[in-house]
Structures are given as structure tokens and as C-alpha cells.
């Protein structure tokens, strides 16, 4: 069950991961809360936040996941991971003197932003070389739980800093997560290599160029980002509402607003627990639809349903069931690709998850000024339940090209933008 956590080094990245998320989890409770506040309540803030933290992954990420193909992706989370820290201890200084206004609070926001699309596809592209091919898909659960299960340990610490200490302490403790994740990664830096790059350098766009490249032409790569960006905008962009769904269905404050989000990390910690446990026994592709499925349905219940107890329950069956999809689309995906390409292949996927949730958040977030927030949470929910089904009718495809890749040991033959072909050999295939 926990077989990835023999490895030491990953026991050091994965501690990382839960504090830098941790730290990022918690920046969305409290920037959220406090835009909601500055912006006398209107729900378009916190989506507002959100964006900002998510959004800037789209443009830097790409950047950084070719970055972390050449460089050793230890170093590149640190430096992700600093980038964060200053960023929260400005805001604390400045909530402390009575001077973050809702400009100081979005743009400080927006540079944590930038720092998580550093340290984001550094640190997810070496899990694999760290754990091994056979020991990647329990390492992916295991991470989904540092990565989204801090959504319990980031919001419940900062809440009860910030109902009962104020947001100045509250912004202390991001930063305390942030720091000390990047003492962890600093920690395996001479673990990780630096990959063999494919090709020279040929500018910087021209990494960029053959990791879209490479997604279109491994498959099934490709079509599962799409799926993955479907989820991530109709069920995981839905954060952003949540202050306003915790004010109007259960006449909450900020303790119901972080209710809320302790019970989607709760559940985002129990689902990929859950999967480690039943370890290979489950089909990729089942287990997507499944995981996709149970995602959206929830979302109908928490919006719809004015009660505490079904609303908890509904938070945290999305979240183990957004947590498990996650997990099992980064296995994939990761699995699939050679440790030269593993940087862009992440760096994509975040870029694609980030937009879709940044921009969908904003979208959501302003719908509430036409419709009852639990309704805006409720439609996306239901949405993506129907968006699973044409790709339950693709699993045999899906999961013929799962199997062919597995067979073949490692990726196929790779033709980058350049025109530089490469046949993966057993130092690709070494992790």
C-alpha cells in the first residue's frame, strides 16, 4: 500500500509537496476570505483570487516544464517555492500595517501564481525517475494526497489562525508551509539529475513547441488532457463559490467557509488511500470514469441541498473522487512519456488545468450575480457527469494505448517540432 514511500527521496519530495500545498491551500482561504471581505462580499473576488493563483501556470508553465527537461527540477522547486514565501510575507507584513487593499492582495496573489508554475512541473516530472515504472501509479496517489489532500491541512491550520489570530498570522503561516518546503526539495537536489535534453538549444520557444508536439502525437495523451480540462473547469473551479454557497445555503462565516474546504481535503485524502489500497487491482480507465463521475454528482447535492451534514458528505466524496481522477490522469500521462519529455508533459497539463479552472472560476464567480450560487455550483457538476460519457465509450481505445505503451516498456519514437527524431533507450527507461 505504500509501497513508493520505501524510497527515501520520495518520502522528501512528497513532504514538500504536502507543505508547499499546504501553503497554497491556505493562501485560498485566506486571500479568498479577505477579498470576499474587501470586496464587500461579492463572490466575484474570491473567483477573482483563484484565477490569479492558477491562471499565471498557463503562460510561465510552459516555459518552466521546458526549463525542468534541462535543469535539475530539484533546484527549480525551491526556487518556485521562495518565490511563494516572499510573496506571503509581504502580504503579512502589509495586512499588519493596515495597507493590503484588494490591488495589493490580487497582485501579490498572482506572483504565488508564477512561483506554483515554477516549482509545478519540477517536482511532479521527477517523482517518476525517484519511485521507478512499477511503483509510479501508487506514487501518483500518494502525491494527489500531498498535492490536493492539503486542501484539508492548508485550510483547517489557516482558518483557525484566521478566526482566531487575524489574517496577518494567518498569511504567517503560508509562508512557514512555503519555507519549509523548499528545505525539502533543497533536501534531494543532488538525487535528481538534470535530464539528457533532446536536441540543442534552439531558443526558447522551440521546447515549448515539442512538448505540444509530443502531447498531440503520444497517445493517449492527448485525450486525456482533454477530459482533464473538462473536469477541472466544470468541478474544481467551483472553489472560487464556495464563500458565497457556505454564506447563503448554511447562513455561514468564515469557520462554515473552511467546513467546507477541510471536508474536500478530508475526502481528498481518503480516495487516493482507498485506491493505494486496492493498489493494481483497478483498470485505469474504470477507474477515471468512475472517479469523473462521482466528481460532478456531489456538486449537485452541495449546491442544492441546505444542510450541514449532506453538504460536508457531498465536499468530501468530490474531493476524493477529484483527488483520485487527478492522480490517475498524471499516472498516465507520466507513465506514458520519456523523462525528457516528462517536464513539458507536465508543464502542459498544468497549463491546460490552471487555465480551464482560472478562467472557468472567474466565469462561475460572476454567474452568481444572476443565479443562486447553489446553483452555479450545481449546473458544472451535472455538466461533467454527461461530459464522462464519450469517453467510457473510448475506454477500450484509451486503454489499448495504455496497454501498447506498457508492453512496449517505454515510449515510442519521438519527432520533435525540429524535425530531431529520437528512439527512447534504456537510460529513458531507467525510471
Known amino acids: 500500500m505504500f509501497a513508493s514511500f520505501e524510497i527515501v527521496p520520495f518520502r522528501w519530495v512528497w513532504a514538500g509537496a504536502l507543505s508547499g500545498n499546504s501553503g497554497r491551500f491556505a493562501v485560498i482561504a485566506v486571500a479568498g476570505w479577505e477579498a470576499y471581505r ?5 463572490s466575484l473576488w474570491p473567483s477573482l483570487v483563484s484565477m490569479l493563483l492558477l491562471l499565471p501556470s498557463t503562460f510561465f508553465g510552459l516555459f ?15 526556487a518556485g517555492q521562495c518565490v511563494n514565501a516572499a510573496s506571503c510575507a509581504v ?38 525517475e525517484i519511485v521507478g515504472r512499477d511503483r509510479l501509479a501508487n506514487a501518483s496517489m500518494s ?4 498535492q490536493q489532500g492539503a486542501e484539508l491541512t492548508g485550510p483547517a491550520i489557516a482558518t483557525a489562525v484566521l478566526t482566531t489570530a487575524g489574517p496577518a498570522a494567518a498569511f504567517l503561516v503560508c509562508v512557514a508551509c512555503y519555507v519549509l518546503a523548499l528545505f525539502m526539495f533543497w533536501h534531494v537536489r543532488h538525487v535528481v539529475r538534470s ?22 502525437r503520444q497517445a493517449p495523451i492527448g485525450a486525456l488532457l482533454v477530459w482533464v480540462g473538462l ?25 462554515a467557509y473552511g467546513l467546507l474546504l477541510a471536508a474536500v481535503g478530508f475526502g481528498s485524502v481518503v480516495g487516493p488511500l482507498v485506491m493505494m489500497w486496492l493498489g493494481g487491482s483497478t483498470a485505469a480507465v474504470p477507474v477515471l470514469v468512475v472517479s469523473g463521475v462521482l466528481s460532478g454528482l456531489p456538486l449537485v447535492s452541495l449546491g442544492l441541498v441546505h444542510e450541514v451534514g449532506v453538504d460536508v458528505i457531498s465536499s468530501a466524496v468530490a474531493g476524493a473522487a477529484q483527488a483520485v481522477f487527478m492522480a490517475g490522469i498524471y499516472s498516465v500521462n507520466q507513465g506514458t512519456s520519456i523523462d525528457a ?27 452568481v450575480a444572476l443565479l443562486a450560487p447553489g446553483v452555479v455550483l450545481a449546473l458544472p457538476g451535472a455538466a461533467f457527469v454527461l461530459a464522462c460519457v464519450p469517453f467510457a465509450l473510448r475506454g477500450d481505445r484509451i486503454t489499448g494505448a495504455i496497454v501498447g505503451n ?20 534504456p537510460g529513458d527507461d531507467r525510471a
Open 38 to 42: 474587501l470586496g464587500h462580499h461579492s
Open 195 to 216: 535530464p539528457s535534453p533532446l536536441g540543442g538549444h534552439r531558443g526558447m520557444f522551440a521546447p515549448i513547441a515539442d512538448g505540444l508536439s509530443y502531447v498531440r
Open 143 to 146: 502525491a494527489r494526497i500531498a
Open 406 to 425: 506498457a508492453l512496449r516498456g517505454a515510449a515510442p519514437a519521438v519527432s520533435t517540432a525540429s524535425g530531431t527524431a529520437h528512439e527512447p533507450g
Open 64 to 78: 518552466a516544464g521546458g526549463v525542468a527537461d534541462r535543469r535539475n527540477r530539484a533546484l527549480m522547486a525551491t
Open 341 to 367: 519529455m516528462r517536464g513539458r508533459v507536465a508543464s502542459v497539463q498544468l497549463s491546460l488545468t490552471t487555465g480551464a479552472m482560472g478562467l472557468a472560476s472567474i466565469g462561475w464567480g460572476a454567474l
Open 231 to 255: 473536469h477541472c473547469s466544470l468541478t474544481m473551479a467551483s472553489i472560487g463559490i464556495l464563500p458565497a454557497v457556505a454564506t447563503a445555503n448554511l447562513r455561514g462565516n468564515a469557520a
Open 91 to 128: 502580504a503579512a507584513i502589509l495586512t499588519s500595517m493596515g495597507q493590503l487593499d484588494l490591488v495589493n492582495l490580487l497582485v501579490l496573489t498572482a506572483v504565488v501564481g508564477i512561483g506554483n508554475s515554477v516549482q509545478g512541473p519540477a517536482w511532479q516530472a521527477m517523482i517518476p
